[in-house]
């Protein structure tokens, strides 16, 4: 039933897509009608373990699309997928984050802000190490060089 019209409640045929429930209580002579809105009864639906795809921003999806759609003309639409080095995506999306954290607001080249570029190179490595891990060419560390980069990171364990 749509908000804009009004209910006769005389005249008025009830049916399923409406969800409401009328209630009379007399007093008197009078007699007082509540409509009250009920919500349906819905299906079940199991999907507690599944990413929430709602809580990705909007903004972010829009903006990395926009650098998805520059790379697209300029090499070929999916040309990603073809396989590029990790280390050259990282490489990018670190220029993209440094030149976001200066203040620096448009990329030169595309027009757009270093943010979605960085998410754009962030979207293909992840791409590159669920699809094409072969593509991993970053230096690999030893568990102890790993170990006193994290501990120069976050500091100290205690």
Do not use: C
């Amino acid at each position: 039933m749509s908000k804009d019209k009004k209910l006769d409640l005389n005249t008025h045929k009830f049916d399923t897509s409406d969800y409401v429930q009328i209630s009379s209580i007399k007093s008197g002579d009078l007699t007082f009608n509540r409509v009250e809105e009920t919500k349906p009864e819905i299906g079940k639906k199991f999907d507690g373990a599944k990413p929430r795809m709602d809580l990705m921003p909007h903004e972010f999806n829009i903006g990395v699309s926009k650098a998805f759609t520059f790379g697209a003309e300029k090499y070929d639409a999916h040309n990603f997928k073809n396989g590029l080095e990790m280390s050259r995506l990282l490489a990018a999306a670190k220029r993209h984050i440094e030149l976001e954290l200066a203040g620096v607001k448009i990329d030169k080249e595309s027009g757009l802000e270093h943010w979605m570029l960085a998410g754009a190179s962030l979207a293909m490595y992840s791409f590159m190490k669920t699809h094409r891990p072969e593509m991993d060419d970053r230096y690999k560390y030893t568990e102890e060089e790993l170990a006193r980069i994290e501990e120069m990171m976050y500091g100290e364990k205690k």
